[in-house]
């Protein structure tokens, strides 16, 4: 089972969700696919954390071999290949690492080269298995790391909390393509409906069950009314609390504590049913 959590923005409580029910849950894997600001290790404290590099292939061009037929440029379409001053250049940036350019090359003249685009960490906390992408710092897309984490989150046969990047971009989309429920995290104030709209929308386009949690609850019911208005089932109302902000931002697992610990059970009993 895959549990995919998202928000229109950071700061509303993603990684706050996805960490408590990760660690409450049994046999669980937290799956950091913030990959841009990763943020679960401060939280999943754990010593020994293995690391591999993350590798994706770009074109090298054997000017030697190379005719300047544009076959390779005209056929990126992603504009990474460009003729300029009768000679192929490459805009590593630009490159989405398909390896077609290579594939069509009538003359042989292009090899792929490794790059390493960030790294993934993965150790054990307690029942909890974590793994954490993070990008290199420059490079243009997580993509690869996101389906990197996901592939190994598939190989435990485990409950897979996924925390997903925020927005609704391409990271997104990756992050919560095989996921079998989205909790949707808002906050009650006008831009946080516009931010629920976005992930709403996104899932909805996805076909995906969807549940809401409103957290920092002050009594405005802009959220409320978004929820009812959309049939949208409401999970929990999360207080602005004091204590409980403090405790998450120090990065402690408030669920650890009894008088936090039903709360965010209540959410993965109600999610579990829901699934199933």
Do not use: W
Not at 8 to 17: E, Q, S
Not at 69 to 75: A, L, P, Q, V
Not at 101 to 127: F, H, M, R, W
Not at 257 to 268: A, G
């Amino acid at each position: 089972m895959n549990i995919a959590i998202l928000s229109g923005k950071g700061g509303t409580g993603k990684t706050l969700l996805s960490v408590n029910l990760s660690y409450l849950a049994e046999n669980s894997v937290y799956v950091d696919c913030d990959v841009e600001e990763p943020n679960g290790l401060l939280y999943y404290k754990i010593d020994n954390l293995e690391q591999e590099s993350v590798l994706t292939k770009i074109p090298v061009i054997n000017n030697d071999l190379c005719d300047g037929c544009r076959i390779c440029s005209d056929f990126c379409k992603f504009n990474a290949l460009a003729f300029i001053k009768g000679k192929i250049k490459v805009y590593n940036d630009l490159c989405h690492s398909c390896g077609g350019c290579k594939l069509v090359c009538p003359q042989k003249a292009i090899t792929e080269i490794d790059n390493a685009i960030g790294v993934i960490k993965s150790g054990q906390y307690e029942d909890t298995f974590v793994l954490s992408g993070e990008l290199k710092v420059g490079e243009e897309s997580g993509v690869p790391i996101i389906n990197r984490l996901l592939e190994e989150s598939s190989k435990l046969n485990k409950t897979v909390f996924i925390d997903s990047p925020p927005g609704n971009g391409c990271t997104v989309m990756e992050s919560i393509s095989n996921a079998d429920y989205c909790i949707l995290v808002a906050e009650p104030s006008i831009f946080g409906l516009h931010n629920l709209n976005m992930v709403y929308n996104l899932a909805t386009v996805f076909k995906k069950k969807i549940g809401l949690v409103i957290n920092k609850t002050t009594g405005d019911p802009i959220i409320n009314n978004y929820a009812k208005e959309k049939g949208l089932k409401i999970l929990t109302e999360i207080p602005m609390d004091f204590e409980l902000g403090k405790l998450n931002s120090e990065g402690e697992i408030v669920s650890k504590i009894p008088k936090y610990k039903e709360l965010f059970f209540n959410i993965l009993e109600t999610v579990f049913k829901e699934v199933n």
